[in-house]
């Protein structure tokens, strides 16, 4: 079956901009998570989503959300774009939460 | 929270030695610990996991022990071929908590 499925998968946007980025989770799999990875900072988590509620969340500024819908399908968008948000934004799913997750390829995200 | 403490931070191992990756951990309440491979430009991938009522697992040429008391964990993999360069990264999580990873160890296996 299909994994993770993550888009666009590179983009590249201007400082002070907005953008939203799509996950597709394995199919089944209801619980949806985030990470945004750096050379620097490693995977930092974001949050996590299941049956459209978020269940955690990481320590990112409120310009960083998300949502659930009903299919499991995500987003998480991020407003006033910074230079510092240059990164790989990762999506992951798993059946349950606490159940293993699995990567998507993620979304590449340059700001200029 | 949980802190996961992952070294080396980089690894050069000859083709055919092994190589041996550690991680600990502060949180006992942790439960599960995954490892991930992630090649140059794609996600991470699950490569093995092991909970904590199991000492040592293996598949194939990875293995992975834990030491609950010492909260340490570490993955072993023999046999290295080119195609095991990458970077792997350790993880925590206890029960339904968001799982934690460590800063990543970059494998590179000389042919």
């Known amino acids: 079956k299909a994994g993770v499925t993550q888009t666009p998968r590179y983009l590249i946007k201007t400082r002070g901009q907005q953008v939203t980025l799509s996950c597709s989770p394995i199919s089944g799999h209801r619980s949806v998570s985030w990470y945004q990875q750096t050379p620097g900072q490693g995977l930092q988590f974001l949050f996590e989503y299941f049956s459209e509620t978020q269940r955690n969340k990481g320590n990112f500024p409120g310009r960083f959300s998300g949502r659930q819908f009903s299919n499991s399908r995500s987003e998480m968008n991020v407003s006033t774009l910074e230079l510092g948000d240059s990164a790989l934004y990762l999506c992951a799913s798993s059946y349950v939460p606490g159940d293993t997750i699995y990567f998507g390829e993620g979304s590449w995200l340059t700001v200029v | 929270g949980e802190n996961v403490e992952q070294h080396p931070s980089t690894l050069s191992v000859q083709e055919g030695d092994s190589a041996v990756i550690k991680c600990t951990y502060s949180?006992?309440?942790?439960?599960?610990f995954p490892w991930y491979k992630q090649e140059l430009g794609k996600g991470p991938q699950l490569i093995i996991d092991i909970r904590s009522n199991v000492g040592e697992k293996k598949d194939q040429r990875i293995a992975v022990t834990l030491n609950k008391t010492a909260k340490h964990f570490s993955l072993h993999i023999t046999e290295t071929q080119p195609e095991d360069s990458a970077v792997y990264f350790c993880a925590s999580r206890g029960g339904y908590q968001k799982v934690t990873f460590g800063t990543g160890t970059k494998l590179q296996v000389i042919p």
């Open positions: 949180d006992s309440a942790s439960n599960y």
